[in-house]
């Protein structure tokens, strides 16, 4: 379980609905909210930056000891022959062996529309992400073309979205991109600005009425150096 001491200190807050004002006050959404109280994920610094700042706590008070991978640097190790992901332990992150779109967000589907990884990875530091490749060099200073992503889906993205996070992004077209999602500074109710880490790469402007989802990546596994 991660984010102990966030999840405690959330608790001397007495909230009535802790996710939706926690979301409310820091314009996060709520599913990443969610996931941080619940200890499911690793909270990421920027977060915890923004509760410590907005709540007026100290963030070392916040952040467990030991708690601050953002990548990980491992072999996969693929599940034995007929070994299923545990939903009730979550510390197997099934893998799409595809980049983050594909027709239907990153899953494959079957005929009888069940999602079906190509395998299941032993990374506990990414239990209840999903994991799939990344084929774009737009982050290329952090993170190859190739490289295995770790993410979970932001469903409600559109109300409140951490801003300046690493985000794969799928559009309504078919288009797909890996970048940083940063607020409009002049339509930010109706616009995202996108950034790379790869100079070669100009920042823009996206509708957000053209984007079909958004995937939090928690890390990620270079293959390359």
Avoid at 38 to 56: C, T, V, W
Avoid at 111 to 118: L, V
Avoid at 157 to 174: A, K, M, R, S, V
């Amino acid at each position: 379980m991660y984010n102990k001491k966030l999840i405690a200190y959330v608790a001397t807050l007495k909230f009535d609905n802790a996710v939706t004002q926690v979301s409310s006050d820091l314009e996060v959404s709520k599913g990443s909210v969610s996931s941080y109280l619940s200890g499911k994920i690793k909270a990421s610094k920027n977060f915890l930056e923004k509760f410590g700042n907005f709540y007026n706590v100290d963030q070392s008070k916040l952040q467990d000891i030991n708690n601050d991978v953002v990548r990980v640097d491992m072999e996969i190790v693929k599940s034995k022959s007929g070994k299923s992901f545990d939903k009730n332990t979550g510390l197997l992150v099934p893998f799409y062996d595809i980049d983050f779109s594909a027709g239907n967000d990153i899953v494959t589907m079957d005929n009888n529309g069940i999602s079906k990884p190509d395998y299941y990875m032993d990374v506990p530091e990414f239990a209840g992400c999903t994991a799939f490749r990344a084929y774009s060099d737009s982050m290329e200073r952090l993170i190859k073309s190739g490289s295995i992503l770790f993410g979970t889906k932001v469903e409600e993205w559109n109300l409140h979205l951490e801003y300046g996070q690493i985000y794969g992004i799928i559009c309504n077209d078919g288009r797909r991109y890996l970048k940083y999602i940063r607020r409009h500074l002049e339509n930010h109710k109706d616009l995202f600005l996108l950034k790379s880490e790869n100079n070669n790469y100009d920042d823009f402007d996206i509708p957000k009425r053209a984007i079909r989802s958004v995937w939090l990546i928690h890390g990620w596994l270079n293959k390359r150096t």
